[in-house]
């Protein structure tokens, strides 16, 4: 069986190849048409020496063809800024997108220029403007929703500055953004598949587990972003067992450490026994899980790995963590700019078949899962890649179906 439940592959770049087919019949015309008209050797000569003509002009056009084809793979050198909502360093998702902007200028020339906002939303709007208005950039990227207006006014003002934005969807109702290009990973499959493995751990009498049915949910604040992870998370649950409960609880921060923790303990005193933390602070979740026994789950990053170095005892009660691909959002849309193929005013999906989102498969999933559940979640996870299971999500949801998708999180 194929295992699902994977790291991120080592490279993670795609690279697209064109193919060019050269079809040549002129030599066996010529042939054929002198040989009808009964020429004799006169005839068989000249159709020698036609064939020879055709053939030699046949590997012109083949050897022009394959100069066209090197021409139409190669990437130009690009100039990118890329404006950092937060800030780099310690192995946040931003640093995976410089990374994926740094291999490529690394790989096809120019560079990568970036300027971190730290968190301050006064800078986005301002910053994106300067610089685009400086016009030195082939290219200006950033990401996530706190972006979408900041962008939407600067790529409205300057039509013909690319951008790309990632982890967030832009509107293109009537011709908007025609200059920008929006990626997501559909992290709702990976939260599904979080969520179906939450029921069977707690159902599974493992070390942590309890007699209650049920689990639970921390949640930064009610974005989409992150009520689109709670909604997909209910159903993978209630997938595998519609009468456990799922309790949920917003921290309506997405640092606050201690409220984070303090919800997850009040969440395991009234009977989870496995929890999710879908926010910065999500090792917050991993330290109540130490300090009471049960088991966390975390976001965007393999926690535990992380955690690991510091703290053993903590990543040993981290089942596993969603991890979004930033890379693979971001490299094959630069890619496609650089050699020319890219789609302007279009939104882009990455599943998880393709490697958009994944589930940490590390030494602790490994030992905290028995083995008859990582393979019953795999069965699930080919299923939902079958298009068996289709998993919903909160973006372009209205209020009233996500309340509806919420209040399935009671016992059915």
């Avoid at 080592?10 to 008209?37: D, E, N, P, Q, Y």
């Avoid at 020698?48 to 063809?65: I, N, Q, Y």
């Avoid at 200006?140 to 207006?149: A, P, S, Y």
Wanted: glycine share 8%; aromatic share 8%; net charge negative.
């Amino acid at each position: 069986m194929q295992q699902y439940i994977r790291q991120m592959p080592g490279k993670r770049g795609r690279k697209m190849k064109k193919k060019l087919i050269v079809l040549a019949c002129a030599a066996l015309t010529a042939s054929m048409l002198l040989t009808a008209c009964g020429g004799g050797a006169a005839a068989t000569t000249a159709a020698a020496t036609t064939a020879e003509a055709t053939t030699a002009a046949s590997e012109k056009k083949d050897a022009a063809a394959e100069t066209t084809a090197a021409a139409a793979t190669e990437k130009s050198a690009l100039n990118i800024m890329f404006v950092v909502t937060g800030s780099l360093g310690g192995g946040t998702n931003n640093d995976d997108v410089f990374a994926a902007l740094k291999d490529y200028t690394d790989t096809y020339g120019g560079k990568v220029s970036t300027f971190e906002c730290n968190m301050d939303t006064s800078l986005y709007e301002s910053t994106l403007m300067q610089a685009a208005e400086m016009g030195e950039y082939d290219l200006i990227v950033t990401g996530f929703g706190t972006m979408i207006e900041p962008l939407g006014n600067t790529a409205a003002k300057y039509p013909n500055q690319k951008f790309v934005i990632f982890d967030t969807e832009m509107s293109y109702a009537d011709g908007k953004n025609s200059n920008v290009i929006s990626v997501q990973v559909l992290q709702n499959q990976g939260y599904f598949l979080t969520g179906a493995l939450a029921a069977m751990m707690t159902t599974s009498g493992a070390e942590y587990a309890n007699d209650a049915k049920v689990v639970g949910f921390v949640g930064a604040m009610e974005s989409t972003a992150v009520l689109d992870a709670l909604v997909s998370y209910i159903e993978g649950v209630k997938y595998v067992d519609p009468s456990i409960e799922v309790l949920y609880s917003f921290v309506g921060d997405h640092n606050d450490s201690a409220l984070t923790k303090e919800m997850a303990l009040a969440q395991n005193n009234s009977g989870a026994d496995v929890i999710l933390g879908v926010t910065n602070s999500d090792l917050a979740v991993a330290d109540a899980a130490l300090e009471k026994n049960f088991y966390a789950m975390c976001a965007d990053a393999d926690e535990a790995v992380k955690i690991a170095a510091t703290s053993k005892e903590t990543a040993e009660h981290i089942v596993t963590s969603v991890i979004k691909a930033y890379y693979n959002m971001v490299y094959p849309i630069v890619e496609s700019v650089g050699d020319g193929t890219a789609v302007w005013g279009q939104h882009n999906r990455i599943p998880y078949a393709d490697g958009g989102v994944t589930l940490a498969d590390n030494e602790y999933y490994q030992a905290l899962v028995p083995e008859e559940i990582r393979t019953k979640l795999n069965e699930i996870a080919e299923e939902m890649i079958a298009g068996k299971i289709e998993v919903s999500t909160a973006y372009g949801a209205s209020t009233e179906e996500i309340d509806a998708l919420k209040a399935l999180a009671a016992p059915q």
